[in-house]
């Protein structure tokens, strides 16, 4: 098979970034929309139903997504291991329908979805599979080092879902089932574009859907013994967080669930800029490992671990002071009452981002049975304390509803991957302590400026009934004063003085030749 070229990790990423912005801006207008057009209630179910079948699919799929971009990055020439693991998902797309199918027919729904129409459970069930799908495409492409054509792809399917979403809007016909019908369209089309791009590529992209018996045996027996670790742990995972979901839907109903769902949606606006990274370095990572690069592996760590946290730190620090604003601006009156699970979960993707991108060294060393413990201990850990918080009091709890959900995750989260960065620092050969304390310092310092951008803008009187204009304003007040500070103390966000100068250097190189053409 000839070689196909690989555009550069640098490329790759810029690609990424150049899409989540887009994606951000794309992302704004969406979120303006949908929570406006379905109400607190019907938003809430389909966060629930998405959520719920977004941690089935790992699942049902036996954990074995990890497994697959892994080997297939460092197995690049291996097209069969791509009809195996294809036919394997179609397996669990199967096993899952079937288990729906048996809910309904048992009487168990009534339990599993509580107060949910079973026609949005089945709508939500095909959603899974084609999000499932969509994702699994993504790894083909990034594994094969096709992410600049993938990422365009994901720019026009971008804009012309918001151009629908505008549309269903301003006609009046945004509603929970015609949401579900607009993102089948929006993730079939996706994933033609996907497919026509790697069989572009790839010629054998579909190499061979008749495998021979020792071909089914060798993967299975590879799959197996990467991932059966990741299937307690995807199990447990799974219970977990249905479980947390199930709990906000029983005790505090829909329209709270609601209020989680927006803020976790705005959370994931603040991890669109980190999240372009983490499976282009899991990929990184897994080269290095397989050319036995401990010392590769280290310097990534390095040189993107603090800086990817502190970017997401940076979004994530001036969504948690704005939090009223940007829930005035996102959902309207009729989610006032998330402002305080807006603020929480702004804060989420700084350690999700630092999880991911810790957890692809377990990955990419095939440490899977550490990392499944270190993730089982702390969600089974989580799941008295999400009761407590959620629960009303007369069941014992303090029926705090999103807003204890909320503590609960970024709490655990934080401590759990901390103990992920102490096992990485020993195996890496790093200092733990550095990069505990380059956290704390980092969140501290960006919250305080935004607090302090806040209360400068807050204080003129022509920005006090102008919601939009007062978060711009104190937006760019925020990134002139973070500028200042990295300037002068790069540390703070992972950085030395010789990357400043660097980048000044290049910046100054990149205008002397423009000024010459």
Not at 47 to 58: G, R
Not at 166 to 191: A, D, H, K, P
Not at 205 to 228: A, P
Request: hydrophobic fraction near 50%; aromatic fraction near 18%; proline fraction near 2%.
């Amino acid at each position: 098979m000839i070689k196909q070229p690989v555009d550069s990790l640098k490329k790759r990423y810029a690609a990424k970034l150049s899409t989540n912005l887009v994606g951000l801006f794309i992302g704004m207008v969406i979120q303006t929309i949908i929570p406006r057009g379905l109400g607190p209630k019907a938003y809430g179910d389909f966060s629930f139903l998405s959520n719920f079948f977004t941690q089935m699919m790992p699942f049902f799929s036996l954990s074995t997504s990890n497994c697959f971009y892994t080997k297939l990055s460092q197995r690049q020439n291996d097209p069969v291991l791509i009809s195996f693991y294809f036919q394997l998902t179609g397996l669990s797309f199967i096993v899952l329908f079937i288990f729906v199918l048996t809910s309904n027919a048992t009487g168990l729904s009534d339990t599993l979805w509580v107060n949910l129409n079973i026609k949005y459970v089945y709508m939500a069930m095909v959603w899974g599979v084609l999000a499932w799908t969509a994702n699994l495409l993504t790894q083909v492409s990034d594994a094969y080092g096709l992410t600049v054509n993938t990422e365009i792809a994901k720019i026009v399917q971008n804009f012309i879902g918001m151009c629908a979403i505008l549309v269903l809007f301003f006609f009046n016909q945004l509603y929970l089932t015609s949401f579900f019908y607009y993102q089948y369209g929006m993730l079939l089309f996706l994933i033609t574009l996907f497919v026509w791009i790697i069989r572009q590529n790839r010629r054998h992209f579909f190499y061979n859907w008749y495998l021979k018996r020792d071909q089914i045996r060798r993967y299975i027996k590879e799959f197996y013994q990467y991932s059966h670790p990741l299937f307690i742990y995807a199990f447990i995972g799974m219970f977990v967080a249905i479980f947390d979901r199930w709990m906000l839907q029983k005790f505090a109903g829909s329209v709270q669930q609601g209020f989680f769902g927006l803020s976790f949606q705005i959370g994931a606006i603040c991890f669109l800029f980190t999240s372009a990274l983490t499976s282009l370095i899991t990929r990184e990572f897994s080269i290095a490992y397989s050319c036995n690069n401990i010392n590769e592996m280290a310097r990534l760590f390095r040189r993107y671990i603090p800086l990817l946290y502190s970017m997401a730190a940076f979004f994530g620090c001036f969504g948690c002071v704005q939090a009223g604003k940007i829930t005035s601006i996102f959902g309207g009156a009729k989610f006032s009452g998330a402002v305080f699970p807006v603020a929480i979960m702004a804060l989420y993707p700084i350690h999700q981002t630092y999880g991911q991108l810790s957890g692809s060294v377990f990955f990419a060393a095939g440490k899977t049975g550490l990392y499944r413990n270190i993730g089982a201990v702390f969600m089974i850990i989580g799941l008295p304390i999400a009761y407590f918080l959620i629960a009303p009091v007369d069941k014992m709890g303090l029926n705090t509803g999103a807003t204890g959900l909320a503590i609960k995750m970024i709490t655990l989260q934080f401590i759990a991957v901390n103990v992920q960065l102490y096992y990485n620092s020993r195996f890496l050969k790093i200092r733990f302590l550095k990069y505990v304390g380059h956290q704390v310092l980092c969140l501290s310092c960006f919250l305080v400026i935004a607090f302090v951008g806040r209360w400068i803008t807050d204080e003129f009187a022509i920005f006090q009934n102008e919601c939009i204009v007062s978060l711009l304003v104190s937006g760019l007040l925020y990134t002139a004063m973070v500028s200042v500070m990295v300037f002068v103390f790069p540390v703070i966000v992972g950085l030395r003085w010789e990357d400043i100068t660097g980048i000044f250097l290049r910046l100054r190189s990149g205008f002397g030749r423009k000024k010459e053409h």
